[in-house]
Each structure stands twice: as structure tokens, then as C-alpha cells.
């Protein structure tokens, strides 16, 4: 039996591993086993945005608050 496996380049870290064929992951064991303890990179990046953080933002949403009361 042959197994075939693919170098690929990870996207976690960026260190050379070997896919097997079978396996489609773009990340090392490592990263694998890392992103398995977080959730999502997109959920992350959603919790970590906080609404009306600078002065701009905040005036940007008073101001349509107050078209949208008017
Ligand atoms: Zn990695």
C-alpha cells in the first residue's frame, strides 16, 4: 500500500508539514491541535470588535441616531 501525502505550507505558522491525502486541513499538527482548544478565527474576531471604540465612531452613530429620531 502506498500512502501519498502532499508538502504543504501552513496556515497557522507557516512551517512546511506533510498532508496526507486523505486528510484535507491546511493546518500543522500542531496549529491542529492548538485551534482545537479556541473556537473559530472568525467568531474570535467578531467578539474581539467592540462597537463605538474612537471618538469618530461614536459621533458617526450619535449622528444617526439623531437623523433616524428627527
Ligand atoms: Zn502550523
Do not use: I
Amino acid at each position: 500500500m502506498e500512502l501519498r501525502v502532499q508538502l504543504k505550507v501552513c496556515e497557522g505558522c507557516g512551517c512546511l508539514w506533510y498532508r496526507a491525502q486523505s486528510n484535507d486541513g491546511v493546518y500543522c499538527h500542531a496549529c491542529k491541535s492548538k485551534l482545537r482548544e479556541f473556537p473559530a478565527p472568525e467568531s474570535r474576531k467578531r467578539r474581539g470588535r467592540r462597537p463605538a471604540r474612537g471618538p469618530a465612531l461614536r459621533a458617526w452613530v450619535t449622528a444617526e441616531e439623531a437623523g433616524g429620531a428627527r
